[in-house]
């Protein structure tokens, strides 16, 4: 199956900072997702990116399937962006995702 | 009007019991998830269902066992519980497969 990567495992940002969360996928996808999963454990659809560019407000996210990645841009980020934030691809099984490991982003006034 | 909901929220039980967790969308979406987030945040697929048809059954222990008794219902009920069981547990819809798919609000297991 899929393999998803998530890099970094872990981010610290002062609130205002920009940064790019990057999703790596071993194989070819019909469904690649960004998610954010808040401290109360809710799982918050951010972008279904399968291909191209998309943006809402701060937060924008790239797909490049032929090279298999995807990106996750966040702008000025504020303390409220601290969470998990998950890729998940799925592949032709059937709308299986598989999950990255998730990077931790804590964001300090 | 949430669009998909999962009862109950929070299930606290002991080993060897027999539970339920129930799931309900009103997307009028054709597929329905469970999905599994261990104690590291690892989110991992357990069951999907198409038109009330099992299509995707991962390696999991036959102690679960999901139900869809309609398009808009996903149950899932888990024999003989053991400490491993604890656990978040999603239930997700999608249109169709392949489709972005989205989550209830979970399920925190404990099973003491």
């Known amino acids: 199956g899929i393999q998803v990567e998530q890099s970094p495992p872990d981010l610290i940002l002062q609130e205002g900072a920009n940064s790019t969360l990057r999703c790596n996928f071993s194989?070819?996808?019909?469904?690649l997702q960004w998610f954010h999963q808040n401290p109360w454990g809710q799982l918050i659809n951010l972008f279904y990116?399968?291909?191209g560019t998309k943006q809402n407000g701060r937060l924008s996210a790239t797909t490049v399937a032929t090279e298999r990645y995807s990106l996750l841009y966040i702008s000025s980020s504020q303390t409220t962006d601290s969470g998990v934030y998950f890729c998940a691809a799925g592949g032709t099984s059937y709308g299986k995702l598989t999950f990255g490991q998730g990077t931790i982003l804590t964001v300090h006034p | 009007d949430t669009a998909v909901s999962q009862t109950p929220k929070y299930l606290v039980t002991q080993m060897g019991n027999d539970k339920s967790i129930k799931c309900e969308q009103n997307?009028?979406?054709?597929?329905m998830y469970w999905y599994k987030q261990d104690s590291k945040k690892f989110l991992k697929i357990m069951f999907s269902?198409?038109?009330?048809?099992?299509?995707i059954n991962e390696t999991v222990p036959n102690r679960f066992s999901p139900k869809s008794p309609d398009k808009a219902h996903l149950n899932l009920h888990i024999n003989s519980l053991e400490l491993g069981d604890s656990a978040v547990y999603f239930c997700?819809?999608?249109?169709?497969?392949?489709?972005?798919?989205?989550f209830g609000p979970g399920t925190r297991l404990t099973v003491t």
């Open positions: 990116i399968p291909s």
């Open positions: 194989d070819s996808v019909n469904n």
């Open positions: 997307l009028g979406h054709d597929t």
């Open positions: 269902y198409n038109n009330k048809e099992l299509i």
């Open positions: 997700a819809s999608s249109r169709q497969t392949n489709y972005e798919q989205y």
